[in-house]
């Protein structure tokens, strides 16, 4: 988990825009609860399917923060992965369900 916060936070502080620079990645963006970002980076490519190190997606990180607008974006964007990312399990054996 340190490792991504500090390259989100090298990334902050050489763009505005990080999503652009880490090939639209949701995780940086969810991280603060920014709707705004989020979709940003599902109109430039971003995937909620994507795993981090540990497994999990970006809706699991929605889900672990209780961002439900972004949830709902999520997967009203995407919808053809949402029963692939629902049942999909991080390195605890969770889903974004039990979170």
Not at 36 to 62: F, W, Y
Not at 84 to 93: E, F, L, M, P
Request: hydrophobic share 35%.
């Amino acid at each position: 988990m340190q490792k991504i916060i500090d390259r989100y936070i090298h990334l902050l502080s050489v763009s505005i825009f990080p999503m652009y620079i880490i090939e639209n990645n949701i995780f940086y963006e969810n991280v603060g609860g920014n709707i705004e970002a989020v979709e940003m980076c599902l109109r430039n490519g971003g995937k909620i399917d994507d795993q981090q190190e540990d497994l999990s997606t970006p809706v699991h990180l929605a889900s672990s923060q209780g961002s439900i607008d972004i949830l709902k974006l999520m997967l009203n964007y995407q919808p053809e992965l949402k029963s692939k990312v629902i049942r999909t399990t991080d390195v605890q054996g969770m889903t974004p369900l039990h979170k």
